[in-house]
């Protein structure tokens, strides 16, 4: 499911709304937030009510800005979507240990270290999932491809824009449905 353009924040192209050692224990009293880390950042909630809503954010660098403005916006587009959310329990985020270049390994680390900052400074929850968990319980194989994650998500009665939405829904589905892998 898409946020209908008047929800979503005014920053970045956006949506709306520590490593911690073991498992995040959630309560259900407040929102769990997945993400896919990157210039284009997968990102799906789960409202305290059970419902999912999802999308992407666009953190490209544009014309004229210094190296560090995509992280800033994306450090306020995460500032709006707790807002928006009212409360965030938990962040969930793929954690990538292999990049296909050094550059996508610099922008990667860039909102890592963003992300757990923010989680840090609002005293937030956070665990990084590695890849072959995610493809695994979605797909059924650790090595999945991105259209074999895309059908299974859909599957599931999800329309992800792209593999990045698609990799947030399928983090958040194993946060919400392992209970933060103890189950």
């Not at 993400?35 to 950042?41: F, I």
């Not at 900052?117 to 999945?144: D, L, S």
């Not at 792209?162 to 990799?167: P, R, T």
Request: proline residues 5%.
């Amino acid at each position: 499911m898409n946020i209908p353009s008047a929800v979503l924040p005014a920053v970045a192209n956006e949506p709306p709304l520590a490593v911690v050692p073991g498992p995040v224990e959630t309560s259900g009293a407040a929102a769990i937030l997945a993400l896919d880390l990157g210039t284009t950042t997968g990102w799906a909630l789960r409202n305290p009510r059970g419902r999912i809503i999802s999308g992407t954010a666009d953190f490209k660098p544009h014309r004229f800005e210094g190296g560090g403005m995509r992280y800033l916006r994306f450090e306020r587009w995460l500032d709006e979507t707790l807002r928006l959310a009212g409360d965030i329990e938990a962040v969930y985020f793929e954690e990538v240990r292999r990049h296909i270049g050094v550059d996508a390994a610099h922008v990667y680390g860039g909102f890592l270290a963003g992300v757990t900052a923010w989680c840090e400074e609002h005293a937030v929850a956070y665990q990084g999932v590695p890849v072959g968990t995610i493809k695994r319980f979605i797909a059924g194989k650790g090595n999945a491809d991105k259209a074999a994650v895309i059908a299974a998500v859909r599957e599931r009665g999800f329309n992800p824009t792209d593999d990045n939405e698609a990799d947030a829904i399928a983090i958040l589905l194993w946060a919400t449905e392992t209970r933060g892998g103890t189950r």
